[in-house]
């Protein structure tokens, strides 16, 4: 067997509290001042505070890590943090062509809203996705999320709608489960059905509702059902018709609300049972104790704002209320072309007013929660699969503190290193 100890560190094991993380619990990380972290083919065998137990690994110790026939693998920490790798909750990575000169559009004066009524925005990429086979989506996205996983997300969220027509929602969903059997298991797809509306298409949401879905729960038995709820996108009688339907077929859904305007989807998907809310930039103090009250989780994600308009969802707030946070990037080619969970982390903690306790947790065992893989990621945990990063930091607050910058040296996913970067170049791999 080979294995992987790390040692001399502070470890942040979040395996303390329930699930998910509320108030006060949600700002315990459950720390290790100094300790030691032993992970086998497939899962952590020990975690504990000190130096690890005399015989911790079987044989001489070795820090070969460029060769693949090394059984075991030492590594001094130094004081360094390790925490649970990060889980990516809600991503459009799944796409093809780009959105360069929208951006120039934008930073002209043109609001998001502008460009879509115009044509652009997401239906730009729709046209793209249609064009493009299904082996080049799959390859792309592979692409996008070995670069999510090498900046420390072990799992993410992808979603479907860029097809807006039953064959290219299937095709968005084939491809996103290509990759996931391309060795990347934790991928979960959702199929975003109301997207955008198609005004090509006079009868749009009635063919969603009757051709599309039924078309998805076929060959998709189960998958999460998604929806923008905006003004020019689909109204709020559109996506709770869309919502019972997908219910009455077997599906959670989930549904973005309250990006631009605060249109009463909020409180009426909490009343349905939806997984998620995600956005709430524009979410009014009673949306926001609707949320928390409930237990549907509030998805933040603020590198959108952070792209688009500077508006950002209240953090603090829903914090206070109790509310069940997750943080994620929205990465996608319009709205928040971010890959990066540790540039999020520090959006977060500026911006919605975290703690960078509160940030660690809304990107870990909360997100593995709503994902439904919080048995097997989110927290550090003796048995539990071995997915870990550690920081080039000494303290977690640094996550937050500096940004723009690539603060994660090492990356476990299942116990294999798939990035290293040590203290001199002998040390430094990046597998994909």
Known sequence: MSSVLIHNARILTLAEGSIPRRGAEARNLSVIENG?????????????????????????????????????????????VVMPAFIDAHTHACWAGDRLDEWDMKRRGASYLDILSA?????????????????????????????????????????????????????MLRAIHAARQGGLEHIAATALLGHAVDSQRPDFIQYTLEETLPAVSREFPGVTIDAYCEEGAWSV?????????????????RVHA????????????????????????????ADLKALAESDTYGVMLPATGFHLDGRYADGRLFMDMGGALVIASNYNPGSAPCSSMPFVISLAVRELGLTIEEAITACTCNPASLLGVADELGRIRRGAPASVVML?????????????????????????????????????IIRP
């Not at 709608?161 to 299937?170: F, K, P, V």
């Not at 009688?237 to 859904?253: Q, V």
């Not at 309250?258 to 049972?273: C, K, R, W």
Request: hydrophobic share 35%.
């Open 258 to 285: 309250d990006q631009f305007n605060s249109l009463g989807m909020t409180p009426i998907a909490v009343e349905m049972g939806a997984r998620s809310v995600d956005h709430l930039e524009a979410s009014t103090e």
């Open 237 to 253: 009688e559109d996506c709770r018709r869309l919502f019972e339907t997908a219910r009455s077929l077997g599906h959670p859904f």
């Open 392 to 428: 080039r930091h000494t303290d977690e607050r640094g996550l937050a503190y500096e940004f723009g910058g690539d603060p994660v040296d090492l990356v476990i996913r299942q116990g294999q290193i798939v990035k290293w970067i040590g203290d001199d170049a002998d040390r430094t």
């Open 119 to 171: 044509g652009g925005g997401i239906m730009s990429t729709v046209r793209a996705v249609r064009e493009t086979a299904c082996e080049p989506l799959a390859r792309s996205l592979l692409e996008r999320v070995h670069r999510m996983r090498r900046e420390g997300s072990a799992a993410c969220e992808v979603k479907s709608g860029y097809g807006l027509d039953t064959d290219t929602e299937l095709k």
């Open 36 to 80: 030691y972290l032993l992970l086998g083919d497939t899962e952590s065998v020990a975690v504990g505070e000190g130096p690890p137990p005399s015989g911790a690994l079987s044989g001489d110790a070795a820090c070969h890590v460029d060769e693949e026939s090394a059984d075991h693998t030492v590594i001094d920490a130094r004081g360094r």
